[in-house]
Structures are given as C-alpha cells and as structure tokens.
C-alpha cells in the first residue's frame, strides 16, 4: 500500500473517532485532576485509546469484522450486530453527534430556535459523504481530518505557549488515586464500542486501496491503529492541558464544553467561538459519516441491503431522533450502550485467546463464546444498574466488598478473564481431532 494512502487511512480513522464527546470530555478531567495531570491522562489513555486500538488490531487479524461474533450462534450474532449500530447509529450515537454540535457550534451564534433547519442541512451532508463509500478515505482522510488537526493545533497552541493559569490541586478523587480515576473516566467514553464498528468500514477502506489482498491486512491496520493512537493520544492530552489550566476562567464549569466555551471567549475573544464551532461540527461530521458508512456496510453485507438505502434510512431516522432530543432517548438508548460496551470488549478479549485455535471443535468455541459473553452480560448488568442508580442502596456495601472493580464499573471484567483463563487451560485438553471435527 501506498504510503499516503495508509496515512489518509490513518487520519479517517482518526477522525471517525474524534467525536463532539471526545473533545469536550477531557478538558473537565484536566480541571478536576490539577496537579495529578499526567498520572490521570495516563490511566484515562489506557481505556480511552488503548481499548479502541487493541480492538482495531484484532480485528484486523480476524481480516473481518464479522468473524468477531463467527462462533456465536447465527442470531445471538446478528441480534448483538443490529442492537450494536442501533445505539452508536440512529438511536443515540448520531443524533447524540448532531445536537452537541447544534449547542456548541451553531445556537450561540444565532437568536432563535434553529435546531430542526440545522439537523436537516447537517443529515444531508453526511448523507451526500456517505453515499459514496470509496471516496470516504479521500473525502475525511486527505481534507476534513487535516482541516480538523489545524484547527485543534491553533487550540492547543494558546494553552502550551500562554496557559492562562498554573494547575491547581487535585480534586473529585484525583489527589488519592489519579490513574484509577484516569482509567475509569477512559472506559466509560465507551469509543471500545465504536471501534468494533467502526471496524466495518476501516477493514473494508484497507482493502479498497490495496486492490482488495487480504495478505498483509493485519500488519497494515496495525500501522493505522498507531497514527489513530498516537493522534488521538495528543488530542486528549492537548485538550485535557486546556482544562488544566483553565481554573482561572472555568473554576465553576460543569463539563468540558462549557470550559472549552469560556477559555476560547478569554484567549480569542469575538472569534473564539467560530474557532470552537468550527471545530465541533467538523469534528461531529466525520463521526456521522463514519457512522453512517459503518451501519450501511453491515446491512449491505449480511442482508443484501442496498448501500444508499441503509445510509438513508440511517440519517432520517438520525435528524429525526435529534429533534426529540437526547434526554428523552437517554432512557432507553443508554442501559443499552453500557451492556453492549462490556459485551463488545469480551468478543474481542476472546477473539484474542482463541482466534488461531484452529484444531478446537466448532462445538468448544462456541462454548467458550457463550459462556463468556453470558458471565459479561450479568456482570455488567449489575454495572448497569449501578451506574443508572437503580440498586438499592443496602446492596452497594456488599457488592463493593465482594465483586472486584465494582466501584470502576468493571465488575464484569475479573469474572470474564477468569472463564477465558479457564477455556485457554481446558482447551489444551480438549483439542478435537480431525475425525472428532468431521463427525
């Protein structure tokens, strides 16, 4: 593959992932984490873009995304594929992107209510994006994404050379246990979750520019899982550096866009917020994009759905969700995203374990498959519930004390490596034969 073109590839991929969320969130941890910066930024680098890029390379080494849920029955696979890009798509993920970037960007500009005008002349343009998939690397990847980095790099320059303030002293649990926090705050971005599907359309753009050889595809995503990881890995730092340094102007912020809104008023006055507009709807129109491309590609190549009618689909049912607003989804939307993230990272930690076991009966995979998934899905119910606030109260104590990584909201986590563990030793003694397999 040519080099530009594994680096075009790389910044899409980039840019795919950097949604609204994922600016504005690391600017409160800056603010919150003071003087523990670097220990917070490392553990919330650890989740936030680690999870994501060792999703990223297994699937690349899987050569398709689909084979992540292969050995799982035909509709418990489908059933976790639809209810996957239902939530990251139309249901939540989208309209999510399209609202933030109608609060951030356009409404503090105008007077009236502009949110309906908005969302439909923004579903149409990811819509125009979309429609043509193989352009989608030269249309993100070699324009919008490096319009995006100048941007971000014109933000970021201000708080490196004249930080408004010096970090201060840690807060809401930074001073005792920075890289815990960090980790935690990086798992629940959930971007593990947009990465498997996000995969769909980041496998299929490999193939695109190589001719379609499968050969070295695993080696290839590996290179593009590292510009992703190390460009992002700037952003949150950079944009988290901003938060850090902002206490002066933003000590009383309730999250990251009101911090980002203050300090770009403080540093570039009246053009400050054209500056964040900008930056905010580029950033939530390559997710859309990306987003789109990810659920039609699934749809065309498991039930033979034409590409421009899921795409669509996708973005009506997306301008329209937006302007019924996100609180009225969260309810729904939201329990099912937070069961899907850990459900996500079990296929992938067991596409891992066992993915070159080859010599193992279809029958013992699938085994290994469902029981790990079924320990994830209870386990991370209970996170669920917890993080929705509805366990009671007298049940806390006791979870705490007895289920490790409870108060992370990884409950599921320990539970689930435990079977893994368990099928990686068993399987050593129960390695089917080649007349076992036929039978």
Not at 312 to 326: D, M, R, S, Y
Request: glycine letters at 8%; hydrophobic letters at 55%; one cysteine or more.
């Amino acid at each position: 593959m040519k080099r530009n073109d594994l680096l075009a590839i790389g910044l899409m991929t980039f840019a795919m992932f950097l949604g609204a969320g994922n600016i504005i969130f690391p600017p409160f941890l800056g603010l919150q984490a003071g003087e523990a910066f670097l220990p917070a930024m490392l553990g919330f680098l650890i989740t936030a873009v680690g999870l994501p890029a060792l999703t990223l390379i297994v699937l690349g080494h899987l050569s398709h995304s689909n084979q992540l849920t292969s050995a799982l029955p035909k509709p418990l696979a489908i059933t976790f594929w639809v209810l996957l890009f239902t939530a990251i798509g139309p249901a939540f993920g989208m309209p999510r992107a399209v609202t933030v970037a109608y609060e951030m960007g356009i409404k503090p500009l105008v007077e009236s209510d502009s949110l309906m005008v908005f969302s439909a002349g923004f579903v149409a343009l990811t819509l125009i994006l979309a429609f043509r998939p193989g352009k989608l690397v030269d249309y993100i990847g070699k324009v919008m994404t490096p319009l995006l980095v100048l941007l971000l790099l014109a933000l970021a320059a201000s708080a490196v050379i004249a930080p408004l303030d010096t970090l201060k002293v840690a807060s809401a649990g930074y001073e005792m246990r920075p890289v815990t926090e960090g980790l935690i705050q990086g798992y629940m971005t959930m971007d593990a979750i947009a990465a498997v599907g996000f995969g769909w359309v980041i496998i299929k753009a490999i193939l695109n520019k190589n001719g379609g050889n499968s050969r070295h595809l695993s080696g290839i995503t590996v290179k593009v899982t590292l510009i992703y990881a190390v460009l992002m890995s700037a952003c949150y730092l950079a944009m988290a550096y901003v938060g850090a340094t902002s206490a002066s102007v933003a000590s009383e912020a309730s999250n990251g866009g009101e911090i980002l809104t203050l300090y770009v008023a403080e540093v570039f006055g009246v053009y400050g917020q054209y500056l964040l507009a900008a930056i905010i709807i580029m950033a939530c129109l390559t997710t859309t994009v990306g987003l789109t491309n990810a659920c039609a590609e699934y749809y065309r190549e498991t039930f033979s759905t034409p590409f421009a009618l899921t795409a669509t689909i996708v973005v009506v049912l997306t301008g329209v969700v937006a302007n019924f607003g996100l609180n009225q989804i969260l309810a729904v939307s939201l329990p099912v995203i937070l069961v899907l993230c850990p459900v996500a990272i079990t296929l992938v930690l067991t596409a891992m374990c066992f993915s070159g076991a080859k010599r193992q009966s279809s029958h013992y995979r699938q085994s290994v498959y469902l029981a790990s998934v079924a320990t994830t899905l209870v386990f991370g119910g209970l996170d669920t519930l917890s993080i929705l606030g509805m366990l009671p109260e007298s049940v806390q104590p006791m979870l705490e004390r007895y289920l490790p990584l409870y108060s992370a909201h990884a409950s599921w986590l320990p539970p689930c490596l435990l079977v893994l563990v368990v099928g990686m030793v068993a399987s050593r003694t129960n390695t089917a034969s080649p007349s076992t397999e036929n039978a």
